[in-house]
């Protein structure tokens, strides 16, 4: 069986890749962890989604697919350039909100509010103010992260994996 057959990607993936590339963006999720992002989702309707670290949509893209037209998802990053990727095919989905701030004063001003859906795809959240991200989990929520292996590893898995077409354009 391959994986990356019949991902089924969301309509917007296809735009955001090229405009990732022509920004030189190399950070993006991988389209496995996107899609497994997917599912999660699916499985929070009605729920409230935060996305730390949000790079031009392409994770976002993907939560946004599974969530519910009852669900939110705020995300954030720091990097006004590849919010304008974000903004520019995502905009317009009113259940979205995209906040250009620093990760770490973002989280520390959510304190006391409670989230269904935690994914951390950056500093904030996974290295740094761990704690505070759990504690905005709800009791039944799920916190998500991405890219914990060491540096050396995630290189060597990078040019093995192949990837589905839009990775390769
Ligand atoms: C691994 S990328 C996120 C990729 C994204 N999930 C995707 O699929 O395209 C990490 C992101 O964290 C952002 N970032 C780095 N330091 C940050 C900070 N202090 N506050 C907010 N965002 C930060 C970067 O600009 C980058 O877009």
Known sequence: MNDL???????????IWTDSRAAGFTMASEPLTCSLLRTLAVSKPGGRFLELGSGTGLSTAWLLDGMDSNSRLTTV?????????????????????????DGD??????????FDFIFADTWTGKYRFLEAALALVSPSGLYVIDDMLPPAELARRARRKSRPPYFNT
Do not use: H, M, W
């Open 5 to 15: 057959t019949n991902l089924n990607e969301p309509k917007s993936i296809q735009a």
């Open 77 to 101: 990053d720091n990097d006004e350039r590849l919010l304008s990727i974000l903004r520019n095919n995502l905009g317009e989905d009113p259940r979205l909100t995209v906040v250009c701030a």
């Open 105 to 114: 004063e973002f989280l520390r001003s959510l304190s006391g509010q409670y």
